[in-house]
T-cell receptor
Framework: GAGVSQSPSNKVTEKGKDVELRCDPISGHTALYWYRQSLGQGLEFLIYFQGNSAPDKSGLPSDRFSAERTGGSVSTLTIQRTQQEDSAVYLC?????????????FGSGTRLTVV | EDQVTQSPEALRLQEGESSSLNCSYTVSGLRGLFWYRQDPGKGPEFLFTLYSAGEEKEKERLKATLTKKESFLHITAPKPEDSATYLCAVQAASGGSYIPTFGRGTSLIVHP
């Protein structure tokens, strides 16, 4: 597709359940980022993938969070044993080059609500 | 640690009333400063990248400028469709990290 696609667009889950969020970046983009945006807060960095290099996981808030990127394309963010504080919009972005060049392209996000 | 502070948090303008949004930053060597626009329920949309002090970029009613400590997003004669949250982000030149650090944004409302 022409843009970054994220699914689902909305997810309501019960506390303690696991969730998987998917990001389909622009074809050929080597860099992929996951951010989290809570109400009234800025974008909080979670994890960064660059080509075949080991991902930068320095932003993951706890070991309940993990992510993988298969074949250098689609990425999945998994949150285990969800907590209410995990409620937020999860944004994925990709870029052609790791420096971001002329900007990163963001998806529309997945709004996660933990009840 | 890289820091980005945006002000004001919220701004209300009348249509045609020009103003500026501020992005102050602290970074160990600037690789690039990004401006994004975010509409409700959508992801941020790229506007500009600035790389060095003195650089300016324009797009329609928007003009972004950069100094060694801050960036301004000037909005000339805004229209209601310019209403959005404007985000600033910086990318450090030091080390191998290319991870942009974002500010909290300025929420702009333009009244007709």
């Amino acid at each position: 597709g022409a843009g970054v696609s994220q699914s689902p667009s909305n997810k309501v889950t019960e506390k303690g359940k696991d969730v998987e969020l998917r990001c389909d970046p622009i074809s050929g983009h080597t860099a992929l980022y996951w951010y989290r945006q809570s109400l009234g807060q800025g974008l909080e960095f979670l994890i960064y993938f660059q080509g075949n290099s080991a991902p930068d996981k320095s932003g993951l808030p706890s070991d309940r969070f993990s992510a993988e990127r298969t074949g250098g394309s689609v990425s999945t963010l998994t949150i285990q044993r969800t907590q209410q504080e995990d409620s937020a919009v999860y944004l994925c972005a990709s870029s052609l080059v790791k420096s971001g060049g002329e900007g990163y392209t963001f998806g529309s996000g997945t709004r996660l609500t933990v009840v | 640690e890289d820091q980005v502070t945006q002000s004001p948090e919220a701004l209300r303008l009348q249509e045609g009333e020009s103003s500026s949004l501020n992005c102050s930053y602290t970074v160990s060597g600037l690789r690039g400063l990004f401006w994004y626009r975010q509409d409700p329920g959508k992801g941020p949309e790229f506007l500009f990248t600035l790389y060095s002090a003195g650089e300016e970029k324009e797009k329609e009613r928007l003009k972004a400028t950069l100094t060694k400590k801050e960036s301004f997003l000037h909005i000339t004669a805004p229209k209601p469709e310019d209403s959005a949250t404007y985000l600033c982000a910086v990318q450090a030149a030091s080390g191998g990290s290319y991870i942009p650090t974002f500010g909290r944004g300025t929420s702009l409302i333009v009244h007709p």
